[in-house]
């Protein structure tokens, strides 16, 4: 019993932190000028799909616009991820910008 209550503490921790990193992520967008409900349609795939350096890298991007005071389009996005030459995430960020505009 005790190895199960350790077991399933741990997994409510991870999704804690998931849910934590998603709501940043969603934050992040948002503020960098993505609509509200975009930014929190995309921020749950890329959550689920991208590693923490390429949720970072996307990160320092906002940032980088904002203090520009330029507004992030999923389109600026997307051209940004493209220029990375990392397939994996100009995919997830092309793919669930196309399948959050039609939610």
Avoid at 4 to 13: D, E, K, M, P, R
Avoid at 25 to 43: F, I, K, T, W
Avoid at 59 to 78: G, H, N, Y
């Amino acid at each position: 019993m005790p190895r199960s209550t350790g077991v399933l503490a741990a997994f409510f921790l991870l999704a804690g932190c998931a849910s934590v990193t998603e709501q940043r992520v969603e934050s992040s967008l948002a503020d960098a000028g993505v609509p509200p409900q975009m930014a929190s349609c995309m921020a749950g795939e890329w959550v689920d799909r991208l590693s923490t350096d390429q949720i970072r890298d996307v990160s320092r991007f906002a940032k980088r616009l904002k203090a520009d005071r330029e507004r992030m389009t999923v389109a600026l996005l997307i051209d940004h991820v493209a220029a990375w030459n990392d397939p994996e995430a100009a995919l997830v960020i092309s793919t669930s910008a196309a399948k959050c505009a039609f939610r």
